[in-house]
C-alpha cells in the first residue's frame, strides 16, 4: 500500500479491503471519520500458541450467563477502609510522582521488618528488597534478567500460566516436573532426572496454584540438596504466604540460608490484603541477583504507584492484618468444603490458597474444560479446568473453584452445584 494511501479518511460504515478504490471517503460533515487500516506485513508471533487465557474466558463466560464467579482468583471483598484512608492521605498529602525505581525506602523497610520477623532473615533494603507491579511482573522479570537463550527452566505442572510464556520469550526452553493427581506432591527423583547442564532456574510455587497443597519441610530440604554445587537459581512464588491452614507452616526459601542465597522470593500485597487490582508486590534476592532483576526492572516497569506503596508501608505496621489471614480463609474454606459436601463432587485436601479442586470422577466422562463450560452455562457456577495449567493436559477429572467469597455467594454456588446435572 502506498505510504499516502495508508493515511486517507473514509466514512464509517461496512468495511472494505483496504485493496479498493472506496475503501474511504469523507465524512458526511465536517469532521473526518476513520477507520483502521489493516497492518500492511507479517506478524511473526513470539508466543504463537498461546490464546486468551482461561481466567479471562471463564470470568467473561461467567459475566455473559450470570453464573457466580468461583473461577478466576480474586476475592470478592474489600480491604478495610484503613488501607484506603492511608492511600487518600498520601495522594493528598502530594506523594504522587515518581518513586525511587526499587520502591519507596519506607515500604522496602516494613517488608525487612516483616520477613525478619516472619522467617529469621534480614534482608538489605537498599540491595535486596525490590517493589514490583504485582507477582506476575516479578516472575517476567525475573526470568528475563536471569535465564538467557538455550537455557532450561524447570517447572512445576499444574503451574501458574505465567510461567512458560516467560520462559519461552527468553529464549528457554521449560522442563515440565509433574505433580500428580490427586495428591500434587513433587516428586523429587524426578526433578533429579530433570536437571542438567543447561538447567539455569527452577520455579517453585508454594502453596500452590491450583492445588492448594503445601510444601513441607523436607520438600525444601531435598530442593536444597538438589541446587547445592549448582549456579541453578530458584525462582520461589510466594504469594500465597499467608493463607497456610490446619495449624501448618508455610516454608519460605528465605527461612533456609542456603536456598535464600540463591532464591528470588516472590509475594504479592495484592493477594494479601484483597486488592488483587493494585498490583503491588515484591521481590526479595541476594544482592547479586537484585541487581541483574533491577537492571531488566527499570525498563519493564521502572517503578510502582507511589502513594499506594507510602500507605502499605503504614499499614504494615500492624502484623495482626496478615497473621490473621489464614484464620480469615481457614473458615472461608471450611465453610465452602461443609457446603460441596452436600454436591455430588469429591472434595481433594486444601492446605492453603483460597482455591478448592474437586473431583468429578465417576459422574460424568466429560473433559474439564467441556464441563467447566457446561457447568457455567447450565449449572450457574464458574469454575477453571486444571487442565488449563498443563502443556499437555492430562485431563484429571478435577476442577478448581475460588472460595475467596463472600458467605452468601459461596452458600449459593453450593445450592447450584447440588442441583447440577452430571
Known amino acids: ?70 473461577s478466576q482468583g480474586f476475592p470478592e471483598f474489600s480491604a478495610p477502609p484503613l488501607l484506603y484512608d492511608l492511600v487518600a492521605k498520601h495522594m493528598r498529602a502530594g506523594s504522587n510522582q515518581y518513586a525511587p525505581m526499587a520502591g519507596t525506602v519506607a515500604l522496602r523497610e516494613a517488608i525487612a521488618r516483616k520477613v525478619e520477623a516472619l522467617y529469621g532473615t534480614r534482608y538489605d533494603p537498599e ?15 525475573a526470568i528475563t534478567a536471569l535465564v538467557r537463550p538455550g537455557d532450561e527452566v524447570i517447572l512445576f505442572e499444574p503451574a501458574y500460566d505465567s510461567y512458560a510464556p516467560s520462559v519461552v520469550l527468553a529464549g528457554a526452553t521449560a522442563v515440565r516436573a509433574r505433580l500428580a493427581f490427586p495428591a500434587y506432591r513433587p516428586d523429587w527423583d524426578e526433578v533429579r532426572r530433570l536437571v542438567s547442564p543447561r538447567t539455569r532456574l527452577i520455579v517453585t510455587n508454594t502453596p500452590h496454584n491450583p492445588s492448594g497443597t503445601i510444601w513441607s519441610e523436607a520438600d525444601l530440604g531435598r530442593l536444597e540438596a538438589l541446587v547445592e554445587g549448582t549456579e541453578i537459581v530458584v525462582l520461589s512464588d510466594e504469594v500465597y504466604e499467608h493463607m497456610v491452614f490446619d495449624g501448618r507452616r508455610h516454608e519460605s526459601c528465605a527461612r533456609r540460608p542456603a536456598l535464600a542465597a540463591r532464591s528470588v522470593v516472590v509475594s504479592s500485597f ?72 452436600q454436591t455430588r463432587l469429591s472434595l481433594l485436601p486444601c492446605e492453603g490458597t483460597y482455591f478448592q479442586l474437586a473431583s468429578y470422577a465417576g459422574l460424568t466422562e466429560e473433559r474439564d474444560d467441556v464441563l467447566a463450560e457446561r457447568l457455567t452455562r447450565e449449572g450457574g457456577v464458574a469454575s477453571i479446568p486444571v487442565s488449563a495449567f498443563y502443556a499437555q493436559p492430562p485431563h484429571d477429572p478435577v476442577l478448581r473453584f475460588c472460595f475467596a467469597k463472600n458467605d452468601d455467594t459461596l452458600a449459593r454456588a453450593c445450592e447450584r452445584l447440588a442441583r447440577a446435572r452430571w
Open 270 to 341: 495484592g493477594k494479601t490484603y484483597h486488592v488483587t487490582g493494585w498490583k503491588v508486590g515484591y521481590v526479595l534476592a541476594p544482592r547479586e541477583l537484585t541487581l541483574e532483576f533491577r537492571r531488566v526492572h527499570q525498563f519493564v516497569v521502572f517503578t510502582v504507584n507511589t502513594p499506594v506503596q507510602l500507605a502499605l508501608a503504614e499499614y504494615l505496621s500492624d502484623a495482626s492484618l496478615h497473621l490473621g489471614l489464614a484464620a480469615f480463609y481457614e473458615r472461608k474454606r471450611d465453610l465452602f468444603r461443609a457446603g460441596l459436601a
Open 127 to 141: 540491595h535486596e528488597i525490590t517493589v514490583t507491579a504485582g507477582g506476575t511482573q516479578a516472575i517476567f522479570t
Open 1 to 70: 500500500m502506498p505510504a499516502a494511501a495508508a493515511a486517507r479518511p473514509f466514512r464509517m460504515g461496512p468495511a472494505r479491503s483496504p485493496r479498493s478504490p472506496a475503501w474511504w471517503s469523507p465524512g458526511p460533515s465536517a469532521g473526518i471519520l476513520w477507520r483502521m487500516p489493516r497492518f500492511p506485513g507479517a506478524v511473526p508471533s513470539r508466543l504463537p500458541n498461546v490464546g486468551t487465557t482461561i481466567f479471562t474466558v471463564m470470568s467473561r463466560l461467567a459475566a455473559e450467563t450470570g453464573a457466580i464467579n468461583l
